[in-house]
C-alpha cells in the first residue's frame, strides 16, 4: 500500500480553509474594518485554502483511479 501525500494535505487544507471561512463569517465586521480596510481576510483565506485542499484531493483521486486501472508509472 502506497501513500499518496496529496490526499492527507487535501482533507488538512479543505478542513482548515472550511473552518477559516465559517469563522470569517460568523466572525464581527467590526476588526476588518479597522484593520484591514474593509475586508474579511478570513473568509477570503479561507476559499483558498479550501479550494487548494480541493485541488489535492482532486490529483489523489485521479491518481488512485490511473492506478486502479493500471494505467501510470508502475512504481
Known amino acids: ?8 494535505i487535501g482533507l488538512m487544507f479543505s478542513l482548515f480553509g ?3 471561512f ?4 460568523v466572525s464581527g465586521h ?3 474594518e479597522e484593520h484591514s480596510l474593509g475586508i474579511n481576510i478570513n473568509s477570503d483565506w479561507g476559499i483558498v485554502l ?11 483521486l485521479r491518481a ?4 486502479a486501472r493500471g494505467v501510470g508509472p508502475s512504481t
Not at 500500500?1 to 490526499?7: A, H, N, P, T, Y
Request: hydrophobic share 60%; net charge positive.
Open 30 to 32: 467590526t476588526p476588518y
Open 22 to 25: 465559517v469563522f470569517g463569517l
Open 64 to 67: 488512485k483511479g490511473r492506478v
Open 18 to 20: 472550511a473552518i477559516l
Open 50 to 60: 479550501a479550494l487548494f485542499g480541493a485541488c489535492m484531493l482532486a490529483l489523489a
Open 1 to 8: 500500500m502506497q501513500l499518496d501525500v496529496r490526499l492527507p
